[in-house]
């Protein structure tokens, strides 16, 4: 990488260096485990002009999205999620017409339907766009960009309401992608983007989210560049608890930041986000929490004691990948997705089996991989305590429960 892809600068510096990986969505068959598997490196830098985080494009959006392994509704509290956000922007906007982009299995829009408000997901994997159409929710499937936004509108008219959540980090052509969105919304409408905060994730340690589908980490100082590369204004922000830290920005063709921007723009200034100071101690962090697994995974195999994971999801295997962990430490992991059922973890070659074979085998320990799910798991797995197994949570320390 050489330029911001927000600002074009030369001034990018390294955060951390997460070495090589397989991308973290490209799950193996048992035929596939005698072939060659390849990586690419994964290395996190920010640029110093206009402080947007980011990682080289080294994958497309289409290797990845044509045919997605993630399915969103897999998440009983992401859709509850998805229903509450539903819920306060109908009470808040009033629309006629809402359009999401990257709209997964229509875990949200079903929401929208469900309320007899017009809708349209804009989904650019096929199969996950199939099943939102087979419960009920109109689908196309594109990729966003400007001619896909324009020729959208023209088809259906403008939204009152565009909704982009947790996809905002997985396009490398960020400004495209944003004069997408501003072609969907109408002049008066409103835009809804929910992306992981980048102050959350350096203050917890949460490098397992980076990986090859997210091409960029937002402040809400660089998100607000990043908007207005497009023609949207930031005008409002909000914290919310998804993926261990979001920003909900809620963005207009035109208007004014309204003090809830400024105030965590405050807070991210102190936090030394817009300098370098505050990316300093990161990748010694990022250590720390690589040897603390890997010692409690290692003292575990020599104490007999056997361990299984808990999902399969994109974040567990930059973490497994970066930890250099292998069924000899690991020996398994389980998904409620039976998509990943008889596949394997990219790299690191975990067998994935269905949640019921944690009961079946009864582990002493369960490594939880979807941290940022830790109430929901944490209630879905409290049968583990009935045979003195014990839950283990990497992220941002070591926790065993």
């Not at 960009?145 to 008219?157: F, I, M, Q």
């Not at 501003?182 to 980076?210: F, K, P």
């Not at 300098?275 to 990161?282: N, Q, V, W």
């Not at 990943?340 to 269905?354: L, W």
């Amino acid at each position: 990488m050489t330029a911001c892809r927000l600002c074009g600068s030369a001034s990018l510096v390294s955060v951390v260096d997460l070495g090589a990986t397989p991308p973290c969505e490209r799950f193996l068959t048992a035929e596939q485990l005698a072939e060659p598997e390849v990586t690419y490196p994964l290395h996190l830098r920010v640029c110093t002009d206009c402080w947007l985080a980011q990682i080289p494009a080294l994958i497309t959006p289409e290797e990845t999205f044509t045919e997605y392994a993630y399915f969103s509704s897999y998440s009983t509290s992401w859709v509850e999620h998805a229903r509450s956000f539903v819920d306060a922007a109908v009470d808040r906007i009033d629309p006629s017409f809402v359009v999401e982009v990257a709209s997964n299995d229509g875990y949200l829009l079903q929401h929208v339907v469900a309320k007899g408000i017009r809708c349209l997901g804009v989904e650019p994997s096929a199969n996950v766009g199939q099943a939102a159409r087979d419960k009920g929710v109109p689908t196309v499937t594109e990729f966003l960009g400007p001619e896909t936004g324009a020729a959208v509108r023209a088809e259906h008219g403008p939204a009152d309401l565009v909704v982009a959540n947790n996809v905002y980090a997985h396009i490398p052509d960020v400004i495209g992608f944003t004069k997408g969105l501003r072609a969907l919304v109408a002049d008066d409408g409103w835009v809804s983007i929910e992306v992981q905060h980048l102050l959350t994730l350096m203050e917890l340690n949460q490098y397992d989210t980076v990986y090859h589908e997210h091409f960029q980490y937002y402040t809400v100082a660089s998100a607000q560049n990043a908007l207005a590369s497009g023609g949207l204004v930031l005008a409002d922000v909000e914290l919310v608890p998804t993926h261990g830290g979001s920003i909900r920005l809620w963005a207009r063709p035109s208007g004014q930041p309204g003090p809830r921007v400024q105030e965590i723009l405050a807070r991210e200034k102190a936090a030394g986000l817009h300098e370098l100071s505050g990316y300093a101690e990161f990748a010694a962090r990022v250590a720390r929490v690589r040897r603390d697994l890997l010692r409690f995974l290692i003292d575990a195999a020599a104490e007999g004691k056997t361990v299984v994971g808990y999902g399969a999801p994109g974040k567990g295997n930059t973490l497994l990948n970066h930890c250099g962990v292998r069924p000899d430490l690991l020996a398994y992991t389980v998904d409620r997705n039976p998509y990943k059922h008889g596949r394997f973890t990219p790299g690191t070659r975990i067998p994935i089996h269905a949640p019921e074979q944690i009961a079946a085998d009864r582990p002493d320990y369960v490594l939880v991989l979807p941290w940022n799910l830790r109430t929901e798991l944490s209630e879905q797995l409290s049968y583990v305590h009935e045979w003195g197994g014990r839950l283990v949570f990497p992220i941002p320390t070591l926790e065993i429960v």
